[in-house]
């Protein structure tokens, strides 16, 4: 059975840069619980032993994670049944076309750049919060 409580997936291996999303997503309101996956490993784990009951809403991921990159993460969610429809946002500081091509390619239901002002995360954030948490119908 799924949860109805909304939870975002927040995978950053960054501290500073896990904290500025968390910071932001709180000054914008955003209602939902914000599990925080330091790499892609454990990520991976946290959703295979949620699988069955309490999957989150929608996950952000980083690209540049240490161990298994953002780019296999996602593809390992798409080729798993119970996670393939998983709604996966890319956050990330890159603006290489080549990565953003490779993440929709593999399956990514968004791509957003990381702002560099504050201001501009916490706008991103509500506007996020707003189509994934409020708008959006998931089918899992």
Same mark, same amino acid.
């Given at each position: 059975m799924v949860n109805s409580a909304k939870k975002i997936l927040l995978v950053e291996d960054n501290p500073d840069h896990a904290a500025l999303a968390l910071r932001a997503l709180r000054r914008a309101? =955003?209602?939902?619980?914000?599990? =925080?996956? =330091?790499?892609g490993e454990h990520a &991976?784990?946290?959703?295979?032993a949620q699988a069955e009951?309490?999957?989150?809403? =929608?996950?952000? &991921?980083d690209l540049?994670?240490?161990?298994?990159?953002?780019?296999?993460?996602?593809?390992?969610?798409?080729?798993?049944?119970?996670?393939?429809? &998983?709604?996966v946002v890319i956050l990330s500081t890159s603006d290489e076309e080549q990565d953003k091509t490779l993440s929709y390619q593999l399956g990514a239901n968004s791509y957003m750049l990381k702002p560099v002002e504050f201001d501009d995360f916490v706008c991103l954030a509500s506007c996020f919060s707003q189509y994934? &948490?409020?708008?959006?119908q998931a089918c899992h």
């Open positions: 309101e =955003v209602d939902g619980e914000v599990v =925080v996956m =330091v790499d &991976l784990s946290f959703l295979d009951r309490d999957l989150p809403t =929608v996950i952000l &991921l540049n994670l240490p161990g298994i990159s953002g780019h296999d993460v996602l593809r390992r969610i798409r080729q798993t049944s119970q996670l393939k429809t &998983l709604p994934w &948490l409020k708008f959006n």
